[in-house]
């Protein structure tokens, strides 16, 4: 399949991106909900008040945007910069990474295919898929070129992990909980990277560039750059996710797992770093007891990574279809 990016510049869009009409985003300006936006929670500030913030925006939105991270620009520009240049590589030399074996610990893929009345339907995405950690063991797997690929990812990686082992603390101490509880089995599957390049697209309002879902990890970190298209579910509208220079976007399963999208647009391409936190997959899942009570009880049943992973992938990240599979239904 040809890559998107392979190609300088679109100036049409060919008819298998052309999404069927109720799937396409011209929701967009009418269900976007220019009121409401996403919190932006200054880590600087006072610990307790960054908790507060980071409780009350998990429980709301699910999202939210970290500014004052620190996590150096230098850090987040170079690898952004480099992954937009490995993009801009000749044809010939991306070939060798082309793959859509999901155990590859690096590949370069298109756009999702997506079936639907037996048609299928492409989106307007080329993506990188990696694994960062032991990097010092899969540096060889990452591309030589660019020259600084390997050096600036290496420095993004870890500067990542860290930051969401730091909000992880945060969570948890908010919740009223031990600071380490998340930083065992439920991070230690390592982080998985995507890298999405979205090109100009000559008619966003026919295209998607990636479906509705929920992230199946503990916490996803995300870099957007500086030009807009991710969009979160809020109170079953769609809302911009604008973006705010050199912030990363949190998502989490623990408070509230939100589906979100991305749109295309005509004027830039648009690349977005998303770093998951990935749980060993045969952690256990379950309510914490701590959190439970006999006003709340637990909604959903124990249940190990590995199973809630195969349901994610079965059901094409359907966030009902899954949740179905694990929610234990009261019997009123
Ligand atoms: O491009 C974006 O901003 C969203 C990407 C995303 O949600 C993902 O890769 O899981
Ligand atoms: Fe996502």
Known sequence: MELLSNI??????????????????????????????????????????????????????????VVNHGVSDDVVTRFRRAAAEFFALPAEEKLPYYSDDLSKPFRLDTSTTYVDDHCSRRYWRDYL??????????LQDWPAKPDAFRGSLAAYAVAVQQLGARVLRLIAEGLGLDQSIFLGELIGGGTLMNVNWYPPCPNPSLTMGLVPHCDRPLLTVLSQGDVSGLQAKHRDRWINVHPVPNAFIMTNGLLHSVEHRAVTNSRAARLSVVSVIMPEMDSHIEPLPALVTEEEPPRFRPFLFREFNEAYTAASANREVVLHRFRIHSAH
Do not use: W
């Open 129 to 138: 898929q990696l694994q960062c950690f032991p990097s010092d063991r899969l």
């Open 8 to 65: 300088p510049v679109h100036h049409a869009v060919p008819h298998e991106f052309i999404m069927p009409p109720e799937k396409r985003p011209e929701n967009y300006y009418e269900l976007t909900d220019p009121t409401v936006t996403l919190p932006v929670v200054n880590l600087a500030a006072g610990r307790q008040h960054v908790i507060d913030e980071i409780i009350k925006a998990g429980k709301e939105f699910g999202f939210f945007q």
